[in-house]
């Protein structure tokens, strides 16, 4: 916990406008979150009150170090649907669990919500599209030792009858979501704290993203895979396009490559030529 309050600390000191906490997609506070996962016997495991003490101690400590007057946000899932992928481990947190964590972070002090999805990374809902197996080996070889579920999860993304099985539970939720995968729960959130509240999910269309806000879904979008391919979006949304010429398709390539290559759009398809997609990849080590 120390740790945590001396970096936020740091981060003020070196002039940051405020920090988020990553307590989705299956890093160290969902591990903590999800009754899925936590298997804890002692006041860190059990009921949900317990699972969200270390989350809950961390936000406090940080607020005591940096002061009210520092924005702190938080990203939260709302709920886990960890049964959408693993079989073994039930549902995780639903949504009513994700709604009473938003209220207990926003009591101790939380300035603003970050709604996900997912109990890990990669997740059948985070990102939607295809799953990214070679990401996924890659991801997993590095979390092995992380448990025993972790290894289990590893061989079945490595063996090839088994990968087809991970192949198949990935998919088969795959054409029920859509850009604003989360909205729909984020609502459920926003409706039950006071606080701001951001939804991520897939969001590259002005229109989508408008309808949110005005329909009250989310206070505000992020977006992440969309900005890899149009890095200039913002651009084209203010010049009244409402969505890019060359959208993002949600391939996941870019996650496939993220460990080993250089950040940026590995889709073939949004280029006139390869050798354009790795001129414009490459236009990271520009120094102008
Ligand atoms: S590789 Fe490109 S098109 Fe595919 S998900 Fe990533 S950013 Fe989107």
Redesign the pocket.
């Known amino acids: 916990m120390g740790r945590f309050r001396e970096a936020a600390g740091r981060s003020r000191t070196a002039g940051m406008d405020g920090i988020e906490l990553h307590a989705s997609n299956g890093y160290l506070f969902t591990q903590f979150l999800s009754s899925a996962i936590n298997k804890r016997k002692d006041e860190y495991g059990g009921p949900l009150a317990n699972r969200a003490r270390f989350l809950l101690d961390v936000v406090r400590a940080i607020r005591a170090e940096v002061g009210d007057d520092y924005h702190l946000q938080v990203k939260i899932n709302a709920a886990d649907h960890h049964d959408d992928y693993f079989l073994n481990s039930g549902k995780g947190n639903t949504l009513a669990e994700g709604i009473q964590v938003a209220q207990w972070l926003e009591a101790a002090g939380v300035d603003a919500l970050h709604i996900s999805t997912g109990s890990q990374f990669p997740h059948p809902r985070n990102p939607i ?1 295809p799953l990214p197996a070679e990401s996924a080996v890659d991801t997993y070889t590095a979390m092995i030792r992380s448990g025993r579920l972790s290894f289990l999860n590893y061989l079945s993304f490595r063996l090839l009858p088994t990968r087809a099985l991970a192949r198949w539970l990935w998919a088969r939720k795959q054409p029920l979501l859509r850009e604003g995968v989360n909205l729909a729960e984020c609502r459920a959130i926003k409706e039950a704290v006071t606080i701001p509240v951001l939804c991520t999910g897939g969001f590259q269309t002005a229109s989508v993203i408008r309808r949110a806000i005005s329909d009250g879904e989310c206070d505000g979008v992020t977006i992440a ?2 900005l ?2 149009n890095p200039d979006l913002p651009i084209i949304f203010a010049s009244g396009a409402d969505t890019a010429s060359r959208p ?8 496939a490559h993220v460990l080993t290559d250089p950040l940026g ?3 073939e398809s ?1 280029y006139d030529t390869y050798e354009a997609m790795i001129e414009e990849i490459m236009q990271i080590f520009n120094e102008s």
Request: aromatic share 12%; proline share 6%; with cysteine.
């Open positions: 599209g895979r969309p890899i391919a993002c398709t949600y391939c996941n390539k870019c996650l759009c590995y889709d949004r």
